[in-house]
């Protein structure tokens, strides 16, 4: 019997894009395949920026960290990092250099600093403002990568005492969203008199098509057919949404219409009322495996 014949038919659906975001809250890397780890997507948010204190720096705060475009270069072995007015930063993957801890939301966490020319790079191009002049107010950020040794769980409450590893994200392993999704929200948008938006606004890893509008909500495991046999991402939390969603990836420009209109029509109970799109998923099988765009996803309507 093939991998595909096992899987649930209640939805059916195909992996339409993939995306890892090496450093949180830089861009994302589109990818064709990726390699399915416990924590997620193999290098997703293994990195992050912290200032002084060692806390966590986000889109929240420094809208111009969407500007970095990181690169996989020489086989995969190098980190790449372009943005606008700099000289490009190449990192090896497997370089560290001191040890440190660092709080990522509520987790205080051991991780390894990148060193003085990377924490130089970030300080400089965070420390400008829209005209591209240095501020006087300017932060000192350093770069930090996570220590693949500890183990940071998801909440448990959400994933039903599951015991699901994460890096650097905002909690779960893997955000999943439907096209439909975004279709739905570019409808109103549109006839509202706004743009359109891209879908890295929302930052999903992987990127589903052939779902209704929102099906992510409301299905459970979703089973990837990949040659290597069933991955499975089980779907435990919506994903809350804050005002990143508003910040034009390609000029770091904030504006309020893409929350304003997500207010309207999708407050969550669930979540007590917040804004959600997507949803997060953990890990349930298929460690090691390789997901690949084109892939079929198959999943059951939850009914609790």
């Not at 359109?196 to 990127?207: A, G, K, L």
Request: some cysteine.
């Amino acid at each position: 019997m093939s991998a595909s014949s096992t899987i649930p038919a209640d939805v059916q659906a195909r992996i339409a894009r993939l995306f890892v975001y090496p450093i949180k809250s830089c861009a994302g890397i589109e990818m064709p395949e990726v390699l399915l780890t416990e924590t997620g997507l193999d290098l997703d948010r293994a990195w992050m920026v912290v200032d002084s204190e060692g806390e966590f720096v986000t889109q929240r705060e420094e809208p111009r960290l969407a500007l970095i475009q990181p690169a996989f270069k020489r086989g995969g072995t190098e980190l790449q990092l372009r943005a606008p007015g700099m000289l490009a930063l190449h990192l090896l993957v497997d370089a560290v250099e001191a040890s440190t801890r660092v709080r990522v939301w509520n987790d205080v966490v051991p991780a390894y600093d990148m060193g003085d020319i990377a924490a130089q790079w970030f300080t400089d191009f965070l420390g400008l403002n829209a005209q591209g002049l240095p501020r006087a107010d300017a932060p000192q950020y350093r770069l930090v990568r996570f220590d693949p040794e500890h183990r940071r769980l998801s909440s448990l409450q959400w994933t039903g005492g599951v015991e699901a590893p994460n890096q650097f994200s905002d909690g779960y392993p893997v955000l999943v969203l439907g096209q439909s999704a975004l279709a739905g929200l570019n409808e109103r948008l549109q006839a509202q008199g706004h743009a359109p938006v891209d879908i890295r606004r929302f930052r999903p890893n992987i990127v589903l098509e052939g779902l209704e509008a929102h099906d992510e909500d409301r299905v459970g495991p979703l089973q990837f057919a990949t040659a290597g046999g069933l991955a499975v991402l089980t779907p435990v939390k919506p994903c809350p949404r804050c005002p990143i969603p508003n910040i034009d990836p390609d000029t770091a420009r904030s504006s309020p219409e893409v929350s304003d209109t997500l207010q309207g029509y999708r407050q969550d109970a669930r979540v007590n009322g917040a804004v959600t799109f997507g949803m997060n998923t953990i890990v349930s099988a298929g460690v090691d495996t390789v997901l690949r765009v084109g892939q079929t996803v198959s999943a059951n309507y939850r009914f609790d």
